[in-house]
């Protein structure tokens, strides 16, 4: 008999330990018995049985055990040879036509020679030949001193032929909270914390095996049974049910351990019908197969079906090969996508699936993905999206998904939202491709990318399959690419870029001409009249935001501030978070610079903070991440805060951006640091001339310098260049006292 001399103390069995000496007192008065021991894979069943054993050992009793296996279960009369060796003795002749029939008359003789228990731990992993030996030996029985004792794990093909046979059906069941604490302490050699039970018996939900395994190697590692232990004590609860999974399924026939990854694939989204049709299930009934699963301890007892909580669906799946799990859940999703499912699930789906083909599938991940965005889950946005693109969409509808995912990713990987912009700039023409180019390009002038839009936009302009009103847009934004604070040097890489027309007819024309002239300080009335034009312009489509936004700023720096005010305004609002992330924070970031032109500082302290919120500065571009920082500069210098300004340009070296060399210099002007001030305010000076910006009210750099000059004592260089300034302020006919953007 291959069972241990004295296994340890059985936990919680204390029932069925009566039952199994109530058996063996009958086996002692010549009676015969058959019980079978049931229970989830885990529930103990072959302990019991192991036990059951030693008690017949005890009482006298000859004992013949065997344990089924996956592997031998095709080896005819596997178990039942190995059950008749032991009981006659190896080496002894078979004779007759009937193998089973020869082996159960062996076995019922020597019963009747002395009482005999013969004992089979898996039994569900019965061979055929020893099923009829089995079935042979139950029917003539009657009246021999013979126990057949059978653990069997539910679920499994055999378990109702099994339980046929039996008189007694014991039914093995999860540990109590005090079997868990008992099992503790003989692993432990101490009482465990009250807590630490607890947490064992939650997370172990009482599964005797998965218990005995967690408490055992806890103790190996010399960890101490109190709730400090219990991030351990759950990575190894983790490991142990995985083992346990894997005994289940591989208790199960191969169709349903196919039902189970087909559930674990759609996570509970389809009838059971639908699961089972899917997984091509043919030797058993839908509510068969069911039924099954749940005694298996696998599914729980909800209308449709879903893994039970315990079961770790990521390892049903990594048990099946890469290109099995993407076909079943392609076919998972395209069913739930027919059986309308929600989308928000089938897309979920479609994420880990191989390119299903239709176009329905990147219509679903897009729409999630709206929605995912709108919710501020750029991230997960961000993936679905991703997903989209493995389809084989073309077009309009490959344009509008590339145009989504730009957006999505602007908060999170910035530079990879200009690249798919960039796609959705140059695209091949189609429906609705020209208007998202327009907005496309937009958004990354928007983020700061002039020399991107610049690009881009020459080589689109000169394409004829693009729509002439399109190109005249896409040549309003590339002008207004290579006029930015003296950054880049005016006509910089527009050499193959036609001039904008002097009376312009499109609205985005109109503004990029008025802001260039506010620039340059030329001609305010035809500023304003070109401006106005601008604004009165119907929605984004019309006048994208970054040439409306200059319109804005045009019109303040000719003294219409009351109506520079409404159109930076109107423009926000018509744009949407998070979607229009950057051109929203762009237009804010312009109104901080009005603001302070105006010392309205309170405001441009509120719309800084929003533009900080809704665009983090690591996701401006480098170049507008200049005015970013000197907007922050200015407000805090001009808000009283001068410590945290002069903080924030200790240790900077320098830069080629105008408008911060601006603030710099009014920070170290306000902090006493005339000397560098001075500087830095002459270099921003010679910048904007360089650039050809020659207006006095957009960066006020030489009233700053004069100021500067004269604490310095220099009072004749200070006198020029306020003279100056208020020479050119004067020619530009407006006066609206200081100037900045």
């Known amino acids: 008999m291959r069972v241990a001399a004295r296994p340890g103390p059985l936990v919680d069995r204390d029932r069925e330990l009566e039952v199994f000496r109530r058996v063996l007192e009958g086996l002692g008065r010549g009676r015969s018995s058959v019980l079978v021991v049931e229970g989830q894979s885990g529930m103990g069943t072959g302990a019991l049985v192991r036990r059951g054993c030693v008690l017949a050992g005890e009482a006298g009793v000859r004992v013949a055990y065997a344990r089924g296996s996956r592997y031998e279960s095709t080896v005819d009369f596997g178990l039942a040879s190995q059950l008749s060796a032991q009981v006659t003795g190896p080496g002894q002749p078979r004779w007759g036509n009937d193998l089973a029939a020869v082996l159960c008359e062996e076995v019922l003789a020597e019963a009747r020679r002395s009482p005999l228990l013969v004992a089979v731990d898996d039994a569900h992993f019965i061979d055929s030949g020893s099923a009829r030996w089995l079935n042979a030996v139950v029917r003539r029985m009657t009246g021999t001193p013979l126990v057949l004792v059978l653990a069997v794990s539910s679920g499994t093909d055999q378990e109702p032929a099994l339980r046929g046979l039996a008189e007694r059906v014991l039914e093995a069941g999860p540990l109590t909270s005090a079997g868990v604490r008992q ?15 607890s947490a064992v018996a939650h997370a172990t939900g009482g599964v005797p095996s998965v218990v005995h395994a967690v408490a055992h190697r806890l103790a190996a590692t010399g960890t101490t049974p109190v709730p400090a232990a219990e991030p351990l004590m759950r990575a190894m609860t983790s490991d142990a049910l995985g083992e346990r999974l894997a005994r289940i399924l591989d208790g199960l026939p191969d169709e349903l351990v196919t039902v189970v990854r087909t559930i674990a694939v759609c996570g509970g989204s389809l009838d059971f019908e639908l699961v089972c049709s899917v997984a091509g299930v043919e030797g058993m009934s839908s509510a068969g197969a069911r039924s099954r699963l749940r005694r298996a301890g696998l599914l729980n007892d909800d209308p449709r079906p879903a893994l039970a909580g315990w079961v770790p669906a990521d390892q049903v799946l990594a048990a099946m090969d890469a290109d099995a799990r993407e076909k079943a859940q392609a076919v998972v999703a395209e069913l739930c996508h027919r059986n309308a499912v929600p989308d928000d699930v089938v897309a979920d789906i479609l994420l880990d699936t191989r390119p299903v083909g239709d176009p329905w599938a990147a219509g679903v991940l897009r729409d999630v993905a709206t929605r995912r965005t709108e919710l501020g889950d750029t991230v997960a946005a961000t993936r679905l999206l991703g997903r989209a693109l493995r389809e084989p969409v073309t077009g309009s509808p490959a344009s509008r998904i590339l145009f989504d995912l730009g957006e999505a990713e602007v908060a999170t990987v910035p530079f990879a939202s200009d690249r798919h912009l960039a796609r959705v700039i140059t695209a091949p023409a189609g429906p609705d491709v020209d208007a998202l180019r327009v907005r496309a390009a937009d958004l990354v002038l928007s983020r700061g990318d002039h020399a991107l839009v610049g690009r881009l936009t020459a080589e689109v302009c000169e394409r004829e399959d693009v729509a002439p009103e399109v190109r005249g847009k896409l040549l309003a934004l590339h002008w207004l690419s290579q006029d930015r604070m003296g950054d880049t040097p005016e006509g910089a890489g527009s050499a193959a870029v036609g001039p904008l027309p002097e009376v312009p ?14 620039l340059k300080g030329q001609d305010v009335r035809r500023t304003r009249a070109l401006a106005r034009t601008a604004l009165l312009a119907d929605g984004r489509d019309a006048c994208p935001l970054a040439p409306r936004t200059a319109a804005s700023v045009a019109l303040d720096l000719a003294g219409m501030t009351d109506e520079a005010s409404a159109g930076l305004e109107a423009a926000v609002a018509d744009f949407r978070l998070p979607h229009d992330r950057s051109a929203v924070a762009y237009a804010l970031l312009v109104r901080v610079g009005v603001s302070l032109r105006h010392d309205l500082l309170d405001a441009a302290a509120r719309d800084l903070d929003t533009v900080l919120t809704t665009m983090p500065e690591q996701c401006w571009h480098p170049r507008q991440w200049h005015l970013l920082e000197a907007m922050r500069l200015l407000v ?4 009283g805060e001068l410590v945290v300004a002069s903080r924030r340009i200790t240790g900077t070296g320098y830069t080629d951006s105008a408008v911060l060399l601006y603030a710099r210099g009014v920070v170290r002007l306000l902090n006493g640091d005339a000397e560098n001030a001075v500087g830095m305010l002459l270099e921003c000076g010679r910048l904007l001339l360089n650039a050809g910006l020659a207006n006095p009210l957009v960066i006020p750099w030489r009233a700053d310098a004069a100021t500067a000059s004269r604490v310095l004592g220099h009072d004749a260089r200070a006198d020029d260049l306020q003279s100056t300034h208020d020479a050119l302020t004067r020619t530009w ?7 900045l953007l």
């Open 183 to 197: 099992v503790l302490a003989a692993a432990f050699g101490e009482p465990p914390h009250g807590g630490f039970v």
């Open 505 to 518: 007819d499109d609205p985005a024309q109109a503004a990029v001409v008025a802001w260039r002239l506010a």
């Open 636 to 639: 805090h210098a001009r808000s």
């Open 733 to 739: 006919f407006a006066d609206t006292g200081r100037a």
